[in-house]
């Protein structure tokens, strides 16, 4: 692991939270992103080294608005950036975590991303995240 990349919130309405997040945060949105393979519109902000990634759902299907219907808007996950995303699924594996996805994805942001079973983590959805070369 060599940082934590980005920490996901799920919100309701992007247009709202990009409002709030850029009086927090003091900046915009860097970049807005439909990731269709997750049923998801994401927004970006940059805070020092660490993103910001703000998930609205598009479909009533998709885990970010079951997540909001269970448990309402709020902190969904937190991404740790890695080296080499298979070695990384690999490693985690053999220690006994559950990856939720055993192949990596595409995710936003030009990323591959994994996750560990929240259940795993203390009730955190861990993010794995490559940048794709």
């Known amino acids: ?5 980005h920490i996901g919130i799920a919100v309701s309405d992007l247009n ?4 709030l997040y850029a009086k927090i945060l003091g900046v915009n949105p860097y970049k807005t992103e439909n990731v269709e393979t ?3 519109i994401t927004s970006f902000f940059k805070c020092g080294e660490t993103k910001i990634e703000l998930l609205q759902s598009t479909s009533k299907d998709s ?4 997540f909001i ?3 309402g808007e709020g902190l969904h996950h937190i991404a740790f950036q890695v080296e080499d995303i298979k070695t990384e699924i690999v490693r985690l594996k ?6 939720i996805n055993d192949a990596p ?3 936003a942001d030009n990323k591959l991303i994994c996750f560990i079973h929240p259940k795993d983590a203390n009730h955190v959805l ?4 490559q940048e794709i070369k």
């Not at 692991?1 to 990349?5: A, F, L, R, S, V």
């Not at 053999?94 to 990856?99: R, S």
């Not at 861990?126 to 995240?129: A, P, S």
């Open 1 to 5: 692991m060599k940082k934590i990349e």
């Open 16 to 19: 709202k939270a990009n409002e």
């Open 38 to 40: 997750e049923n998801v």
């Open 63 to 66: 885990a970010i608005s079951k």
């Open 69 to 71: 219907q269970n448990r």
């Open 94 to 99: 053999n220690l006994g975590f559950k990856i």
């Open 105 to 107: 994805k595409k995710g």
């Open 126 to 129: 861990i993010e794995l995240c």
